[in-house]
């Protein structure tokens, strides 16, 4: 038994008022989180969460969580940072366990380029609060004795960055502790509300129109996640959002210790060590736009010669199951969270790959902003509103973007 002795907390799960102060479109983490701070760190308590399947339903529950400060501006360097900081905290402060486990992360680099980008990671990290040290070939087989330093004569390995403080944690655990923290504080969680329109008066969204009836709402938070732009088309708000589905898979059991998570920038390719030991393995975003959670041999195809060339072990292995995600990506590869320009209607999306690292911090700094109605300054860079003012934010800091 581990250290968190799980208590059976007892939901009656309530029928829905027809008005709230605060409704929560999408019952992901980001949008539970947001309502778990808005109890927790507010007092605001008369709040819904609206969810059209059952909780992590969405890419909370299709992702490769992983949990990682290491990009390549300081805005999102900082703002990760604050998020990796709250995620070791998050067992104590919600009592449950969700299998956080600190296990940093290596960069790997294959080209000259690449070893500059990396040093520059490393620099800029270290200046803005994210432990990230650049290491050469050496080091990088001390950290990862598994790694073929050759590349199968292909890639070989040049150097890279590591990023100590990286963790993993348990996908859905992390979500229903957000969810249970939020429900013990009176907020009111339902799945199986579909959220069909927008109800508007004066220019301001007051709420909105559900398969269970209209419901009232001061305020209107989208977090659905690659499905915002059609949720933010309801209040006459476009966003500049573009859906690409998201591939992993997971192999069969792996019997020696794979202790960091590693990744390759360059071929778009990560994979790390689950609980049970299986291998999980992600690469980049679909490159066609599309709603659609099928998956695909192709994908297994060039993801698992990526796998194999750079981690020998690999081919022995056999893969288990597949699934998808589909991501919202922003033109910057930066989310957008906050004000929409639409009194009454805010928006935490363009998570792309990144979602769930993001997860704490971007309900609590959502979470500020609806008790105060002010922007923190945290979340300030990634305002929507600068797009129109050509303040882009690009930071492809991803393996999974290209």
Not at 205 to 215: F, K, M, N, Q, Y
């Amino acid at each position: 038994m581990n250290e968190f002795q799980e208590k059976k907390i007892k939901f009656a799960w309530p029928e829905p008022k027809r008005s709230y102060d605060v409704v929560i479109v999408g019952g992901g983490g980001h949008g539970l989180a947001t309502a778990y701070y808005l109890a927790a760190r507010h007092g605001i308590t008369n709040v819904a969460v609206l969810e059209r399947k059952y909780i992590g339903a969405g890419n909370s529950g299709r992702n490769t969580t992983i949990i990682r400060a290491n990009y390549g501006i300081p805005e999102a360097v900082r703002f990760y940072q604050r998020s990796l900081e709250l995620y070791k905290h998050l067992e104590a402060e919600t009592d449950r366990w969700i299998m956080h486990k600190q296990k940093g992360l290596l960069n790997v680099a294959h080209t000259e380029s690449a070893l500059r980008t990396e040093r520059a990671r490393a620099e800029v990290n270290t200046a803005f609060g994210a432990k990230t040290e650049f290491v050469a070939p050496k080091e990088i087989k001390e950290i990862c004795p598994q790694i073929d330093l050759t590349g199968g004569n292909v890639w070989p390995v040049l150097g890279g960055s590591y990023h100590p403080e990286a963790a993993t944690a348990r996908h859905d655990r992390a979500v229903w502790a957000f969810a249970e923290g939020a429900m013990k504080r009176g907020v009111h969680v339902h799945q199986r509300i579909e959220v069909r329109g927008l109800t508007m008066s004066g220019g301001r969204v007051t709420g909105v129109e559900t398969s269970a009836g209209p419901i009232a709402a001061k305020a209107v938070v989208g977090a659905v996640g690659g499905h915002v732009t059609t949720l933010a088309s309801m209040a006459g708000v476009r966003l500049p959002i573009r859906t690409h589905p998201l591939q992993a898979y997971v192999t069969n059991h792996y019997d020696l210790q794979f202790d960091v998570i590693a990744s390759s920038p360059g071929l778009l390719f990560y994979m790390s060590q689950t609980a049970r030991g299986e291998m999980l393995v992600g690469a980049e975003i679909d490159r066609q736009p599309s709603y659609s959670y099928g998956s695909t041999y192709h994908f297994l195809q060039h993801c698992s010669h990526r796998a194999i060339t750079l981690f020998p072990f690999m081919r022995s292995l056999r893969i288990l199951r597949q699934w998808t995600g589909v991501c919202d990506m922003s033109p910057d590869y930066s989310p957008i969270m906050g004000k929409t320009g639409v009194d009454g209607f805010l928006v935490t999306t363009g998570w792309g790959t990144w979602g769930f690292k993001a997860i704490p911090a971007g309900g609590e700094q959502m979470a500020q902003l609806i008790a105060s109605g002010e922007t923190p300054e945290l979340i300030a860079p990634f305002g929507l509103d600068r797009f129109a003012s050509d303040r882009m934010m690009a930071d492809r800091g991803s393996a999974g973007t290209h």
